[in-house]
């Protein structure tokens, strides 16, 4: 079998003074999103992310928390990685520039462009920007014309690397190579900014201490973008990088603040090095929080914890690709997000997919019906089917997320149609009836089939549970989207397990729990300057499912302010319009209370009648979507979705109404 073409990707590379919100998620959804489609277009992919650790705004930032650099950035890189892990988006490699193998690469790179004749001696005094990490064009005593937080007057002896003379190789780089730089509105960007003539560029500092060293230059520290962008060299091999194989990039996949950076500068390092250049810079556009950037700085950031908390992964992943034109910006709002699950999780792909199967089970025996004769519905049905694979593939590798996606939900709503005028439910069991309905089934299930195809590289937690629904193995990604076509579903294959997939919520509700658990989110201390949080068991129970397993150290006599006691289930019941919450009655030791538990979508009521769990009985009582609930029953929370798992007694026959301390 010939080798796979290698397909070689990466995210920026975050700062580490601060914690990920959804903007930085954005960039790397979208990295995971093309790393999952390219691997089922049959490529060797690779991903890097990781952390960019060095700088006067570490440096200032550790001095604050008290404690020394490296300890600082270890802390928050594993903050982030962790996240990273936890959403699923984890890049194949995960660089920090304070690796041995980075520097190692930063100093090589720097050696080739010096040996190579362009970098010399000079000083500089120029105004500062620490928060970007840039000089910036202003007098002294004026803003950073980008961010608008004060400059610093910094004079200093450092090295030149000759940008002036890569003004030519680099239009003529853009000029041969029209795709390198995305969007075009970019593109125009950079290029009237290079035709507008290019500075020498200081790439050394000696005012800041933390940073990789110049050797035999000391105390020479590399400025944090000649660092910063060989991370994505480092990652694939550094000097060796032939033996890896992934070097030149096919795409780095930038934000459009740092274009400048990508599409300038890095060529022109790589240039001087003589190296291969990067295929192509993609930069996108910025999330907006109510008209403004989504940033630290602006204290309007909003995480990802609490969105996948109560929405799941795949709902922030289809809400970020489909809300927003790849490229553009787009306005973040809770509403839209809640209503996009609603209308195209819900009631879309989900609720397709689990009448598909109900209907499936109750007239085929649980198994992919065999088609009798297509009428011609049934064959529209199957060109649009077919149509929508090569427009969604065409959009895919242009990364139009939003249009390849609206070209998939209609596919969806043509279905719901078609089930609607074919209504399969309403005929009868005469011999051709039921080879009727077998057809109709038949179609819908294969239109199911490929919509989980298509849609798995930006809900491949959902697409995973549809495909085993469909009694497939593997997974979705195991299909070769080269060869994707109608008619790839075997008659006659059983169903597998259904399992939930997006459970309708009530706007409101979600609103409100998200936001209250993103209020918590800001409210924990920076991960450097509070010692490791033991993970306590969250409380689940009352309406949340859980509270977020972090929390301050109390005394002893806090802790003996909540009363908690055995109690045994008598009574479960689900409550009619909210879908997550059970109304129990528990027997307590001394009474019978009313108590509702968010745990509908995990536990059966029938199943819990008899179980001895934990219980919060000195809880203010409240009432939950209008029924009174006294007390809270104590849950762990597991996993992103926070999947509640009752505390319970499984090793003594503890006695009801008996205290836990
Ligand atoms: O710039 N909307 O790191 P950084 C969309 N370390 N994307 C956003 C965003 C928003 N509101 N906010 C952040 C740096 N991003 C450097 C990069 S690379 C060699 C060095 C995303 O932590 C977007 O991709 O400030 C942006 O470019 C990146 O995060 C900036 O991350």
Not at 276 to 288: D, E, F, I, R, T
Not at 523 to 547: L, M
Not at 610 to 621: D, I
Request: neutral net charge; aromatic residues 10%; hydrophobic residues 40%.
């Amino acid at each position: 079998m010939p080798a796979k073409p290698k397909y070689y990707l990466t995210t920026p590379i975050y700062y580490t003074n601060g914690l990920p919100h959804i903007g930085h998620t954005y960039s790397t959804i979208v990295c995971d999103t093309i790393r999952r489609y390219k691997r089922m277009r049959g490529y060797d992919v690779v991903m890097t992310t990781g952390t960019d650790e060095h700088g006067v705004n570490v440096e200032r930032s550790a001095k604050k928390a008290g404690v020394p650099e490296s300890e600082f950035v270890a802390k928050m890189a594993a903050e982030w990685r962790a996240l990273w892990d936890e959403l699923g988006v984890q890049g194949d490699e995960f660089i920090r520039t304070t690796d041995l193998k980075h520097a190692h690469t930063v100093q090589w790179l720097f050696k080739q462009c010096r040996d190579n004749g362009f970098v010399y001696p000079g000083h500089y005094t120029g105004q500062y920007c620490i928060y970007d990490n840039a000089y910036v064009d202003v007098k002294p005593g004026e803003n950073c014309p980008d961010c608008g937080r004060p400059t610093e007057t910094v004079t200093e002896a450092n090295f030149y690397f000759k940008l002036s003379a890569f003004q030519k190789p680099l239009l003529d780089w853009y000029a041969k190579h029209p795709n390198f730089i995305q969007p075009e509105a970019r593109r125009n960007e950079v290029l009237s900014f290079v035709e507008g003539g290019l500075r020498d560029l200081s790439i050394t500092r000696t005012s800041v201490r933390w940073g990789i060293p110049v050797p035999g230059e000391e105390p020479h520290v590399f400025y944090v973008w000649f660092d910063a962008l060989t991370a994505y060299l480092s990652a694939v091999g550094g000097p060796q990088y032939e033996k890896t194989g992934y070097w030149p990039a096919d795409v780095h996949l930038v934000g459009k603040e740092i274009i400048r950076f990508h599409a300038v500068y890095w060529p022109a390092f790589l240039m001087a090095a003589g190296l291969p250049l990067p295929k192509q810079v993609w930069a996108h556009g910025w999330l907006l929080m109510d008209s403004a950037k989504m940033s630290k700085s602006l204290g309007n950031v909003v995480r990802p914890r609490p969105i996948v908390h109560v929405l799941g992964m795949d709902a922030l992943r289809y809400y970020l690709l489909r809300e927003t034109v790849f490229g553009q910006d787009g306005n973040f709002s809770y509403d839209a997000l809640v209503q996009r699950y609603n209308s195209d999780l819900a009631n879309g792909l989900g609720n397709l997919a689990s009448r598909t199967a109900a209907m499936i089970e109750k007239n085929s025996g649980g198994k992919i019906p065999k088609p009798g004769d297509l009428q011609p519905q049934d064959t529209a049905l199957a060109a649009k089917a077919q149509e929508t694979i090569g427009e969604v593939l065409e959009q895919y590798d242009k990364l139009g997320f939003s249009l390849a996606l609206e070209e998939l939900w209609s596919l969806i709503a043509a279905t719901d149609k078609y089930l609607t005028t074919e209504h399969p439910w309403s005929l009868g069991e005469t011999d051709a009836d039921q080879k009727r309905r077998a057809t109709i089934l038949w179609t819908t299930a294969e239109v199911l089939w490929i919509v989980t195809v298509l849609t798995h590289p930006v809900l491949p937690e959902s697409t995973a549970k549809v495909w085993t629904l469909l009694g497939q193995t593997g997974q979705p990604s195991s299909v070769a989207l080269d060869g994707l076509r109608w008619g790839q579903l075997a008659p006659g294959t059983p169903l597998g397990k259904s399992q939930a997939l997006f459970p309708r919520i009530e706007k409101a509700e979600a609103i409100e729990r998200m936001e209250a658990m993103e209020k918590e989110e800001q409210k924990q201390p920076s991960p450097v300057t509070t010692p490791a949080p033991a993970s306590a068991p969250a409380v689940g129970g009352a309406a949340t499912a859980a509270a977020p397993a972090t929390a301050e150290k109390i005394g002893i006599e806090d802790f003996a302010k909540v009363e908690m006691r055995v109690g045994q289930i008598k009574t479960a019941e689900r409550i009619v319009g909210a879908d997550k919450l059970l109304k129990l009655t528990v027997d307590i030791g001394t009474e019978i209370r009313q108590i509702c538990a968010g745990i509908a979508q995990y536990y059966e009521p029938e199943k819990l009648i008899g179980r001895k769990v934990a219980v919060v009985v000195n809880l203010a009582p409240r009432k939950l979507r209008g029924v009174e609930s006294n007390g809270m029953i104590v849950a762990a929370s597991v996993g992103p979705e926070g999947r509640p798992v009752l505390a319970g007694f499984p090793d003594e026959d503890v006695e009801i109404g008996a205290r836990l301390k």
